[in-house]
């Protein structure tokens, strides 16, 4: 199976990046690693089973028109796409990106509790992106009041600051297939079992 993984940005990602393609090779995939979201423009688009967000793209980083295009083009035609933490994110002139990921971060109205210990609950057991994972506790931040789609299927929540919140969840778009999570801030995350283990779980699910 072919990954190509869009990092960089303002966040962690040269910790989470590296442990990304760590445990992504370890698992037996290919995996191919750009900044450049002129890639999303190339032939070689079609090589790739699935594209993983592991990036910021807001502001001066946010896709151009033909870069939006082609990722849409890209999922709606079949392909998988796991968009990690603020890999989610809203740009401000692309407010049709959520109907892609089902919701995420909201800039101006999203808060996030600073990184620290919370519990994970495996909402949807029988969600195949949760195979063989149960409730579990991860060091991460945590995003509150993020703007998601009723239509997602939710298969991981938390509850932080006395409600529960969307964690990660699946959705279709026209061909392809989505999942989002608000979980990978930064490396402690992306070094839990259970974490890696249901991005492992995602792709599968994505390519299936």
Known sequence: MK????????HPFHQTTPILIHFLIENGFEVNLTEDPNYLLTYDMTKYDALIF????????????????????????????????????????????????GGGWVY???????PSKHKVAVSDKSHPCAK???????????????????????FLSTNCEGETHPTAWS??????????????????????PEFQKMIINSLHWLTS
Do not use: C
């Open 132 to 154: 063989d994972l149960k409730d579990f506790e991860i060091d991460d931040e945590i995003y509150m009041k993020v703007g998601w789609r009723p239509d997602n299927n939710i």
């Open 108 to 114: 101006g109205t999203s808060a996030a509790h600073p």
């Open 54 to 101: 592991n990036t910021r793209r807001v502001e001066e980083l946010t896709l151009s028109n033909e870069q939006q295009k082609a990722l849409i083009n890209y999922v709606g035609n079949g392909k998988g796409f796991l968009a990690i933490h603020v890999g989610a994110g809203l740009p401000d002139s692309w407010p049709e990106y959520h109907n892609l990921t």
């Open 171 to 192: 959705r279709s778009y026209k061909k392809g297939k989505v999942v989002t999570t608000n979980l990978g801030h930064y490396g402690p995350a992306f070094k839990s």
């Open 3 to 10: 990954i190509l993984i869009l990092s960089g940005g303002m």
